[in-house]
């Protein structure tokens, strides 16, 4: 990007931001995500990094927050409240504490660190010991004066205890953040809900609009708490663990969770242990400050435009960011579905980076408005390939041209077409490079077979040695030497591997046919309800549409895939090549679980996402991709995605890992 292109995108990145940081923090209106608006805003301070003369007073990186709301009395900081650099990658870590290095000509420094709250900043001021004025940030210089609604918060002493061994200055001023606890959260959503009244989007909006109100009474309703971050006056502390142990001595609780580190390695683990504990903690937080420890240099270091050198933001990996689309390119699976796909500029989201994103088919294009050079929002969920939620239409490039469905297989060449009443494009052609390549593949995950790749498997189709899943049975290792990259001992090890998987669960080997509209969840079903290969494949169409999670449409799969002969041949030449299918063990007992249905989110701490579905399934439940009025559980980890939103809005019951963990232990 030249300086003509980054002048023309800085401008519109700033005018975004402000459109929506105005709507956050004066209208008190969330119009996008925090991490989405984090992601731009970490673009933009990167583009002023690589040109510095772009910098401009009015640039959303040079000042904190926003107006002040006028029916407030109007607050002047003695000194400004600044905002933070922020950080997504162990990688700028480290740059910034080099830049830290560099600066203070030090080769070594101390770290003060503690979790970012993500509630509302607020400044303290004493006087004679006594809570005189509370203000907001605001932009920075100027805030809004709450002192009456913070007055009415507990954890705030209206009198600051007297320090040890040191007198107590006239005027001191505290900093910290005001925020509502997750369990007081869902206790007063459970009473709004009772009382017929809307409930509260999050703990952080509940608490910027407890305090912003002007009845004192309403903020005394709320259950809100406030910790210490930044002890402004001198009171003769040298560094931020003597200041956090000042806070206690005055009265005030400092953030929990903080510790001093002595080395990049002991911040990392503390983050990462951060991160892990972070669903369990009674407070939302979306990163972590790292802090130089000793005062003086902290102090030395000092301000570039709004933002201290001396800290830092390492935030946790987003579950949304923004980007730009490169082009877009289609992909044709096993069963000849072409399927749009995003090619993104690399960025980091739910801790990897990304250069992928599902775009799913022409429909989910066109209603996107999706094209190429566009700024969208991606988000994730789990472990699953991001998609594109939005698209920021008017950062949109002058020139740009509406995506057109393909005419021809991007893999063949031969004709696509549309079948009646569906939104996929297929390739015409059934003996398609990729549709073979595709299907083997997915046989051979079904199958759990280790050491064989794509790139494998293609070797082994263009040299004729594979043409379907069953053939990879009969390769032999001198097969495998005719290829490149393989010499005797590798050869050995795949065929040994291979071997090792003949045998194989019902319900697996549903999976590995690659029966249309069947997926994991509704193969386990017919396995454990039909028991045998043989049953399933006798079963009528209505007996098929019977079975609990089946239904009319799959039922019709399963019954046309049985029918047709080339796939009776297939299903004979497994069981020439001498793969076994075990009988499903049907289960009869009780169990905790028995007709409840599971969608998974986020990230789990103790267990693997596998290993709570084969839970949940041995305890009788099941486990679906999406949130339904079906659904009876959505068991939520860390970082959890829009299945968790949707979970809310249909009021379907939420479980934490803890509570999952002990209604298992019941069972």
């Known amino acids: ?90 990688e700028e870590f480290a740059a910034w504490n080099e830049r830290v290095l560099k600066r203070s000509e030090l080769t070594h420094t101390n770290f003060f ?15 004679d010991g006594l809570l005189h004025v509370a203000a907001t940030r605001g932009d920075g210089e100027v805030g809004e004066d709450v002192t009456q609604n913070v007055r009415t918060i507990s954890a705030v002493p209206l009198r600051l205890h007297e320090p040890r061994g040191r007198p107590l200055p006239k005027r001191i001023e505290i900093r910290g953040e005001i925020y509502l606890p997750l369990k007081a959260f869902e206790k007063l959503n459970k009473k709004l809900v009772q009382a017929g009244e809307p409930t509260l989007a999050n703990p952080r909006n509940a608490a910027a609009g407890s305090i912003r109100q002007l009845d004192p009474a309403m903020s005394a309703s709320r259950p809100l708490s406030f910790v210490a971050w930044d002890l402004v006056s001198d009171l003769g502390q040298q560094t931020e663990e003597e200041e956090w142990n000042l806070l206690k001595e005055l009265g005030l609780r400092p953030a929990p969770e903080s510790v001093v580190c002595h080395s990049l390695e002991e911040v990392s683990a503390h983050w990462k242990s951060l991160h892990t504990r972070r669903d369990t903690l009674d407070f939302w937080i979306d990163g972590m400050v790292v802090r130089v420890n000793e005062n003086a240099l902290y102090a030395r270091l000092g301000v570039v435009g709004k933002t201290p050198r001396g800290l830092v933001a390492w935030k946790f990996p987003a579950q949304e960011a923004t980007t730009i689309i490169k082009r877009i390119e289609w992909g044709v699976g096993r069963t000849g579905a072409l399927t749009p796909v995003a090619i993104v500029e690399p960025t980091w989201i739910g801790g990897t980076t990304v250069q992928h994103a599902s775009l799913h088919n022409m429909d989910e294009i066109r209603r996107l408005d999706a094209r190429e050079g566009d700024t969208v929002i991606l988000y994730k969920a789990g472990d699953i390939i ?85 053939d990879m049975f009969e390769l032999k290792p001198a097969d495998l030497l005719e290829l490149e990259g393989f010499a005797e001992v590798s050869a050995n090890k795949v065929v040994e591997e291979i071997q090792k998987h003949k045998h194989i669960a019902l319900s697996d080997f549903l999976i590995a046919l690659g029966i249309r509209n069947v997926g994991e969840q509704t193969a386990i ?143």
């Open 1 to 90: 990007m030249n300086k003509t292109q980054a002048k023309e995108r800085v401008e519109k990145l700033r005018q975004v931001i402000e459109k929506h940081r105005y709507a956050y923090h004066v209208l008190d209106e969330q119009t996008m995500s925090d991490a989405a608006l984090d992601s731009l805003k970490h673009e933009l301070y990167q583009l002023e990094q690589r040109y510095p003369d772009l910098v401009t007073p009015d640039s959303p990186t040079q000042r904190v927050g926003g107006k002040p709301l006028a029916k407030f009395h109007k607050v002047k900081h003695t000194q400004r409240m600044l905002s933070m650099e922020d950080v997504f990658t162990w």
């Open 113 to 127: 660190c503690m979790p970012k709250l993500d509630g509302l900043a607020v400044s303290l001021v004493y006087e």
């Open 386 to 470: 991001p998609k594109i939620k939005g698209v920021l239409k008017e950062m949109r490039p002058k020139v740009s041209h509406a995506v057109r469905p393909p005419t021809q297989c991007p893999v063949c060449g031969s004709v696509v077409e549309r079948k009646s009443g569906e939104v996929v494009i297929f390739c015409t052609n059934r003996r398609c490079f990729s549709q073979d390549r595709e299907a083997i593949l997915h046989a051979v995950r079904a199958f759990g077979i280790d050491g064989i790749g794509p790139q494998t498997i293609a070797a082994l189709l263009e040299s004729r040695l594979i043409q379907r899943p069953p």
């Open 525 to 667: 079903d017919l396995a454990n309800h039909f028991g045998s290969l043989v049953t399933i494949m006798g079963a009528s169409l209505e007996e098929l549409q019977n079975v609990e999670g089946v239904g009319e449409v799959v039922g019709q799969s399963v019954r046309e895939f049985f029918d047709k002969e080339h796939h009776q041949k297939l299903l004979e030449a497994y069981e020439r090549a001498g793969v076994v299918i075990e009988h499903q063990k049907q289960h009869r007992t009780k169990k905790v679980f028995d007709g409840k249905t599971f969608v998974l989110t986020g990230t789990l701490s103790t267990l693997s996402r596998e290993e709570a579905k084969e839970a949940i399934r041995h305890a009788g439940g099941k486990v679906t991709s999406s949130v339904s009025t079906k659904t009876d559980y959505v068991l939520a980890g860390a970082e959890p995605g829009s299945k968790f939103d949707e979970a809310k809005r249909l009021k379907v019951a939420i479980l934490s890992e803890h509570g999952f963990l002990d209604m298992l232990r019941g069972s």
